[in-house]
């Protein structure tokens, strides 16, 4: 008699309680993914200013005038990158005047 009066789990509350921490961990797992890409791509935005910059000063110590556009460093020094996720405007000042050169993220490019 004395185990009578003990109440019994309802299988339907540990399911409950089984989803809720499942979707917990789910969650947070996916907020750790969505982080860490962003992040990379931050760091992919200033290696590729970065390497521009650098691929630049290459040129214009080599030749003697600072290249007249972005597609002669992409050709001549390999320089690639990810055009859907960047894009760079690289503005001709003069032959001895350093270009003007801003990389921008695309909107919606992997946030």
Same mark, same amino acid.
């Given at each position: 008699? &004395?185990?009578?009066?003990?109440?019994?789990?309802?299988?339907?509350?540990?399911?409950?309680?089984?989803?809720? !921490?499942?979707?917990?961990?789910?969650?947070?797992?996916? /907020?750790?993914?969505?982080?860490?890409?962003?992040?990379?791509?931050? =760091?992919?935005?200033?290696?590729?200013?970065?390497?521009?910059?650098?691929?630049?000063?290459? /040129?214009?110590?080599?030749?003697?005038?600072?290249?007249?556009?972005?597609?002669?460093?992409?050709? =001549? /020094?390999?320089?690639?990158?990810?055009?859907? !996720?960047?894009?760079?405007? /690289?503005?001709?000042?003069?032959?001895?005047?350093?270009?003007?050169?801003?990389?921008? &993220?695309? =909107?919606?490019?992997?946030?």
């Amino acid at each position: 008699m &004395r185990f009578t009066n003990q109440k019994r789990n309802h299988p339907f509350k540990n399911i409950v309680i089984s989803v809720i !921490i499942f979707l917990s961990v789910a969650g947070l797992f996916n /907020y750790g993914v969505q982080s860490m890409s962003k992040q990379s791509i931050d =760091e992919q935005q200033t290696n590729l200013e970065t390497a521009i910059e650098r691929c630049v000063s290459q /040129y214009y110590v080599l030749v003697g005038h600072y290249p007249e556009s972005l597609n002669i460093l992409e050709k =001549e /020094y390999g320089l690639t990158y990810n055009k859907k !996720i960047f894009f760079v405007d /690289y503005q001709v000042l003069g032959e001895n005047i350093a270009p003007d050169i801003v990389v921008i &993220r695309k =909107e919606g490019a992997y946030e």
